[in-house]
Every structure is written in C-alpha cells, then in structure tokens.
C-alpha cells in the first residue's frame, strides 16, 4: 500500500512520520483491503480544519478528524484523504486521558474506517464502527 503523508504543521519528525505509515499500514492490512492502494494522510492546525469543515461540512469549527473518500476505481484504488487536526488532537489526548500517540491511532483508525464506508449517524452504525474501532485499536497496540 502507498501512504503519502503530509505535515504541514511542521511539527512531526521524519521517524514519527514513518510509525505513522506504519500504523496505517497495519490497519489497512488488518481490513484486508487492496494492497494496491493509496491513502493520503495530512496533518495541521486548528485553523485550517475550521475552514475545511465549514466549507465541506458546513460547521464553522474545528474537529479532529475529517475523511475524503475517492472512487476507488482504477488501475490503482485510492481509497482518499484523511486530514488531522493535531491542535484538537492534543486537546482531546487530555480530555479523554489519553497520549497524544493513542489519540492519533485513533483518529487514523477512525478515518480509514470512514473512508471504507463505516459511519455513526445512527445508533446500530456508531456501535458497529466503535466495535471495529476498538479491535483495531487492540490489533495495534504495540505500534
């Protein structure tokens, strides 16, 4: 699978960029999809997560975790764009008392179950996908 990652935070060095990869990658494997495949994974602020919410989602603030599918189809599948905010990252790591590592296992994990085609609108939907969430989370524990 080819992951490209962008941080345009600045903030993250090339080592934990590289266990990010990583860690994409063993879900993605865990999920049995395509090895052909293609992810981007993008890192950045409070301030361009607002804007992309508002102008994708219509919600004038900043969230953690926001997902772009693609089609999917061609010579090779893209599976589409997960972007981070790690301001809000860091945030939530201390309310929910978690490392700021955990916090983005999470929300890759989240994403790419997003980007399958997972959702939490509905009751049954969000127990299905925390249910993934979790077994995921428990397959990569040690990354």
Do not use: C
């Not at 266990?19 to 999920?31: D, E, P």
């Amino acid at each position: 699978m080819k992951i490209a990652l962008t941080d345009e935070t600045g903030e993250l060095d090339a080592r934990y960029r590289a266990r990010i990869k990583k860690i994409a990658g063993a879900v993605l494997g865990n999920l049995d999809v395509d090895r052909a495949s293609e992810l981007s994974v993008t890192f950045i602020g409070d301030a361009e997560m607002r804007a992309l919410n508002k102008s994708w989602r219509g919600i004038d603030r900043a969230t953690d975790v926001l997902s772009f599918p693609q089609d999917g189809e061609g010579p090779v599948p893209l599976l589409g764009d997960i972007v981070i905010s790690l301001d809000t990252t860091r945030r939530h790591a201390v309310r929910y008392g978690n490392t700021f590592h955990e916090e983005i296992k999470k929300l890759i994990v989240h994403g790419i179950l997003h980007l399958l085609g997972h959702d939490h609108k509905k009751k049954k939907e969000k127990e299905v996908m925390r249910g993934l969430e979790e077994e995921l989370l428990e397959k990569i524990r040690g990354l």
